[in-house]
């Protein structure tokens, strides 16, 4: 998925604005220092509890 997103990206000429990294969210945290993080269809496929985990995780790489 973010081998399609990077390319989507710089075929509009967006690679100075967007970066794309790939993080295994069960087993990592994520890196603070961004000003968003897309979930989209990932969510979904995960039972409650490990979806509120990963929405803790994401909330503390904003803080």
Not at 38 to 50: A, E, I, N, R
């Amino acid at each position: 998925m973010a081998e399609i997103a990077t390319e989507q990206i710089a075929e509009r000429g967006l690679t100075d604005r967007i970066a794309v990294q790939s993080d295994d969210l069960l087993t990592e945290d994520l890196p603070a220092g961004h000003d968003a993080i897309l979930l989209s269809g990932v969510l979904h496929d995960w039972d409650p509890q490990t979806g509120r985990t990963m929405l803790r995780k994401s909330e503390e790489a904003w803080s």
